[in-house]
């Protein structure tokens, strides 16, 4: 077959929706190496994590050609360019597929959803943002053939406020680097620790410093915690990081606390298997990858009810209130006080994880592609 993606996020971006798509194509490429698969950006950014991607050699970068409109190209242009080159399915990555490609035609169409919660918490999105975002998901989720949502919260989101057929939407999870699967040697974490100053023991958390990532929850939950784990917290600040350090400065605690941003993604799955507890109190999200970087790293987690992380963290991580300060104090020194405790969770992780397997994940999207081709 020859499958075509948008590729925007995947020759660029170098976190996040970067990460999944090139997780995803690279998997399709490894497991399914006799098809071709196309990758369609406007742009490429010059990073050894997108070139060691664009290297396979199933892979085709597809880039637009001269004269193309580039800002319009992928929403409009790469039509023509999708006939071309004969792609028996596009599929559109990120929440979008291109205007005019009709479902039910010779060239079909798959859409990611990650998530939609522009629409179940609008307060922290900007209107002008809600309005694009709203507009290109719901039209993809229209038009397209089929819709993959990356959780079973995510999938009922599609549902309930898009109105679309249940039958049309496959939940298929994604998986995480394959550097957080692999144990580090000892070597390697020293370097790391040298290299950030890193206690001995500590709390991690990994993610934006924004109000729905919920850090202030762990940062009022912190004087009840055993006072030997130090906090280190990675992720990009935003303006919500002053209300944290605000936070900080009242309770006595800015000592406690480490912030790491913009550290190169090869160190971060060393900081996640030198942690002793990974909290994530996030109000709301898609699915959760970062949950199963910890478990694949062997690192016992707590995470926020009220989404979609248990589905990410199976039944023996321990789950507590996006707003009980008190009751997440009460879960960790329980965690951290019980050496029999962490490793029931660290084994019971490593079981529960597999799921996201590679090739389990791969064999699932490439019987989702063939179920529509074969419609």
């Known amino acids: 077959m020859n499958i075509g993606f948008d590729g925007k996020r995947a020759a660029n971006n170098l976190t996040g929706l970067g990460n999944y798509s090139r997780s995803l194509i690279a998997k399709l490429a490894h497991f399914f190496p ?14 050894p994590q997108i070139a060691a991607f664009l290297a396979d050699d199933s892979i085709r ?4 050609h001269p004269g193309a409109i580039k800002l319009l190209w992928r929403s409009f242009g790469i039509k ?7 792609i028996d399915v596009y599929h559109g990555l990120s929440q979008e597929i291109p205007i005019g490609l009709a479902a039910n035609s010779e060239l079909k169409t798959v859409v ?3 998530d939609l919660i522009y629409l179940r918490y609008p307060q922290y999105y900007k209107a002008i943002d809600r309005y694009i975002y709203n507009r290109k998901s719901e039209y993809a989720c229209k038009k397209s053939d089929h819709i993959i949502a990356i959780s079973e919260r995510t999938r ?7 109105n679309i057929d249940p039958q049309k939407i496959e939940v298929i999870y994604q ?5 957080f699967k692999q144990l580090a040697p000892l070597a390697s974490k020293l370097a790391v620790t040298k290299k950030y100053n ?7 958390i990994v993610g934006t410093i924004e109000p729905r990532k919920n850090l202030l929850l762990l940062i009022k939950a912190l004087p009840a915690i055993n006072p030997d784990y130090k906090l280190v917290v990675v992720g990009k600040q935003q303006a919500y990081a002053r209300l944290v350090k605000s936070e900080l400065e009242k309770l006595g605690l800015t000592d406690r606390v480490i912030f790491l941003e913009g550290l190169p993604f090869e160190d971060l799955p060393l900081i996640y298997q030198l942690a002793t507890l990974f909290i994530y109190p996030s109000l709301y999200e898609g699915f959760g990858i970062p949950i199963i970087e910890a478990l694949y790293s062997g690192t016992p987690v707590i995470a926020a009810t ?8 199976g039944p023996d991580s321990i789950y507590i209130s996006p707003d009980n300060a008190e009751e997440l104090a009460i879960q960790a020194n329980r965690i951290l006080d019980n050496k029999d405790l962490q490793e029931h969770m660290i084994q019971s992780g490593l079981q529960y994880v597999q799921r996201f397997d590679n090739e389990i994940l791969a064999n699932q999207l490439m019987a989702c592609y063939l179920k529509i081709i074969n419609r």
Not at 61 to 64: D, E, I, T
Not at 80 to 86: G, I, M, R
Not at 156 to 161: A, F, H, W
Not at 198 to 204: A, S, T, V, W
């Open 175 to 179: 998986s995480c680097d394959n550097s």
């Open 198 to 204: 890193l206690p001995d023991q500590f709390l991690l």
């Open 156 to 162: 009922q989101d599609i549902i309930e406020y898009y």
């Open 306 to 313: 009220g989404s979609c992380l248990e589905e990410a963290g």
């Open 80 to 86: 023509k360019q999708l006939h071309k080159d004969q």
């Open 112 to 114: 990611t959803i990650h």
């Open 61 to 64: 970068l597809k880039l637009p």
């Open 34 to 47: 006799q098809n071709h698969y196309y990758v369609y950006t406007p742009k490429v950014k010059d990073k």
